[in-house]
């Protein structure tokens, strides 16, 4: 009988013990907890960190956890703008970059004749941030003649042109703080002389982040 009662003991410790280990790495892999996907850098240092639960990126690890890959995103630039008779087109958006600016396109009739348009492309950008933006241009005559980029700085809230005619490639490299954005894009007429010409633009935006140890709820505000 003490026998028995000696083994009841130490089996009900034994799992007692095993009982309280469990608990205090329940969800934990080799002894390392979790942190959410939007926890800074300096939170995450050691730990997992758990997929985006909610947004375009839910189910995946957001990147700035991950060494060696580009942070930033994209976006496609493509407008089919129509020609208005004998007057300017409306200004439309072609990218809002938080952070950077605004780029901008209009499609004008050339022609001063009426029912023939020509069409004139012109592309602008306009910075948003207080200290302005780095900028450099290069646009398809520049490369065919062999000539560097412009580079100067766009101020805040004054429109800066980029492109004033139609069939033409443009680059464009803006920076401001952390941020650095490439668009490579080209414009071409459509239909052009005749009653219903057209601006194409197209071409694609490239924003890249420097790695920050924010979370993301503070790097996402405004974008």
Known sequence: ??????????ASSGTAVAV?????????VDGKSAVSASS??????????ATASAGPNRGRIPHRYL?????????????????VDNADGPVV?????PEI??????CRDQDPETGVESTQTVVTFTASEPGGVNISRLL?????SGRNAVVSTALKDQPLPILSFADSLFQLVLQARDRTVF???????????????????????????QEDSRPTARRERGR
């Open 101 to 106: 600016g605004r780029l901008d396109a209009q």
């Open 93 to 97: 958006p072609l990218a809002i970059i």
């Open 1 to 10: 009988m003490v026998v028995a009662l000696i083994a009841l003991i130490v």
């Open 140 to 144: 398809g005559r520049d490369i065919e």
């Open 183 to 209: 668009i490579n894009g080209a414009s071409r007429s459509d239909t052009n002389l005749t009653a219903d010409a057209k601006c194409l633009i197209f071409g694609i935006g490239l924003r890249v982040d």
């Open 67 to 83: 060494s060696g890959v580009m942070r930033g995103g994209s976006t496609s630039l493509t407008r089919y703008l129509h020609v």
């Open 20 to 28: 309280v280990g469990y608990s205090r790495n329940a969800g934990a």
């Open 40 to 49: 800074s850098i300096a939170r995450a240092k050691g730990r997992l960190v």
